[in-house]
Structure formats: C-alpha cells, structure tokens
C-alpha cells in the first residue's frame, strides 16, 4: 500500500467524522479543556479531505505510483465525500435538496457510464471540466458550512453551487459526446475491415 492510496483510504475514512460534526447536536465538541464549535470543525476535516485528494493524484503521477486499486478507490473517495456533505447540509437546512439530487445523480450517471465503456473496452479520461467541477465543488461546500455561522455568506454559497451545476452538466454531457465518439469510430473501423458482399461472392456467382 503506497501512500496515495494511504491517502485515498484516509479521505473515505473523514466523511463519517464530517457528517457527525455536522449533524451532532450539541454544536460543541470537547477536546481536553478545549471547545470547539462544530461548524469550524466539519470545515477543517471537509478541507483535509479535499488536500489529501489533491495530493494524492500528483503524488502517484511524480511518483509513477499509479496503481489499479487506486484508479477505482480515488473517484470512490471523491464520490462518498462530497455526496456525503452535501447530504448533510440539505438534512440540516442549509441547501435545497432538488439541487443536491441532481449534482448526485451525475455523478452516478457518469460514473456508470464510465463502467460501460470500461466493459467495451473504451476509457474515459477525466476531463479539464471535470477537474473544474471538483474544485468548484470544494469552494461550494466550504462556503455553504460556514454560512451556517454567517448567513451573509449564504447568497454566494449558493451562486458557487450553481456554478458546480452548471460544470456538472456540461462535464456530463462532455463524457457522453466521447463516449458516442469511441462508439461510433469503433463501428466505423468495424465495417472498414468487414469484406462487401461482392467481394465474398463466389467467381460463378459473379
């Protein structure tokens, strides 16, 4: 186990401590002698989570320690800890839960289009957009956790949320197109190798 997969597995194991420092009711955690409120907290381990997917990426390609187990584990860990934030934050009141579905819906659309294409025997590359999409979605999230103590923030967690809609749709759409265009220059190649029906004629036939 090398450690960008070390740092993959880490980053599944922060969403149950998000989700507990979101929901926990109390609104306090205590440390020892120290208290801290539950809002900072849940944005601390929802930012450690979002470095540990950043370093493990850049980690494995400067380390050539690119692994299968990490191919399917990263998307997973990615998938588990954004869902589960955003969850939370409809459970809690602070995001509408129509926008939420619909963010997590394309996640397993694509997802589950990337499983056929993978069965085909076609990859799908994460795309520029895609990249933009998480990014977005980290600010989003960061911004809708602290709007909990500052709702002023609230108008521009939710402009950043539309934002993350807005490449969700348009990074989904993108992955279909290439799926359609593997697809389609595979039936191409296909036919260009299969003989016409003259040519496999017989000479009396002929």
Request: aromatic share 10%; hydrophobic share 55%.
């Amino acid at each position: 186990m090398n450690l960008p997969n070390l740092l993959t597995i880490l980053r599944i194991f922060f969403v149950p401590l998000l989700v507990a420092a979101l929901l926990m009711e109390s609104h306090t955690i205590h440390v020892g002698p120290l208290v801290f409120d539950h809002v900072w907290v849940a944005l601390a381990i929802f930012l450690a989570a979002a470095c540990t997917d950043l370093l493990d990426g850049y980690l494995a390609r400067r380390w050539g320690q690119i692994t299968t187990v990490g191919t399917l584990l990263d998307p997973i860990a990615d998938k588990l800890l954004i869902s589960a934030a955003l969850i939370s934050l409809v459970q809690i009141r602070v995001v509408g839960a129509w926008l939420v579905i619909l963010i997590i819906a394309r996640e397993f659309a694509v997802s589950g289009l990337r499983s056929i294409a993978a069965s085909a025997g076609y990859t799908i590359h994460a795309s520029d957009l895609g990249k933009t999409k998480m990014l977005a979605q980290v600010v989003a999230i960061s911004l809708l956790v602290v709007s909990i103590k500052w709702p002023s923030w609230t108008t521009v967690a939710n402009i950043w949320l539309w934002i993350v809609v807005l490449f969700a749709v348009a990074s989904a759409i993108g992955y279909f197109w290439k799926f359609w265009r593997k697809v389609d220059d595979s039936i191409k190649r296909r036919r260009r190798r299969e003989p016409s029906p003259d040519r496999l004629a017989s000479p009396a036939a002929r």
